[in-house]
């Protein structure tokens, strides 16, 4: 059971991190805008799912080897980057990403997809594994069971993180109508939408590099 003195410490150190832009805020905002609210919100459950992933992969020590093998960074770092790269590449080249009806919001367009990609993004980040190994451990009291310490803060960072990109693929899907009214916004959002993912995955790359 986590101490209150432990929550109060915690919570808003991780909201300060969820709040942060990141790829996953992109794809969370990108699936609301582009297949409604019921493909946001899966996205946003892709996204906290695989911050449980990497909890699970911390608690066993296999996000260790992330951290002390420079090859095995790099090459889950260059996985993480090609896949946001064709992410982006993809919303540049699909005229249909964010096209929506002006009358009304269509029905949600593949929430599964969604989720999955959500979850592909996250997960293929070597610097949320790291993150998580080098982060939940600094709120684990001493002479407590560590490794279940560190699940509970991992379940709680996913639920903050699952609130916010909740909220926001919620925002995202009601931003749709608006969209729709403009020929010109679709095109500006796709270009900004597939600019920035490939943009993250070049950051990525060059972390990976002086990592």
Not at 59 to 67: D, E
């Amino acid at each position: 059971m986590l101490a209150v003195s432990t929550l109060l410490a915690f919570v808003p150190a991780a909201l300060a991190i969820v709040l942060a832009p990141g790829p996953d805020t992109m794809v969370v905002l990108a699936r609301g805008l582009g297949g409604g609210r019921r493909a946001g919100l899966a996205a946003a459950c892709g996204t906290a799912t695989g911050v449980l992933l990497h909890t699970l992969a911390a608690v066993a020590g296999l996000s260790v080897v992330l951290q002390t093998s420079a090859f095995a960074y790099r090459l889950v770092t260059y996985v993480g980057a090609a896949y946001l790269v064709y992410l982006g590449v993809q919303t540049l080249r699909d005229d249909e990403e964010f096209a929506v009806s002006a009358e009304t919001v269509p029905a949600d367009d593949s929430p599964f997809g969604a989720f999955r990609q959500a979850l592909a993004v996250n997960v293929s980040n070597p610097k949320v594994a790291v993150f998580v190994l080098a982060f939940l451990p600094q709120f684990v009291p001493a002479g407590t069971d560590a490794p279940g310490e560190m699940l509970l803060l991992g379940i709680v960072y996913a639920a903050l993180g699952l609130v916010y990109l909740g909220l926001l693929a919620v925002f995202a899907s009601q931003a749709r109508r608006v969209v729709a009214r403009s020929e010109r916004l679709p095109r500006v959002l796709r270009a900004v939408s597939g600019t920035v993912l490939v943009g993250f995955a070049a950051l990525l790359v060059l972390d990976g590099q002086h990592g």
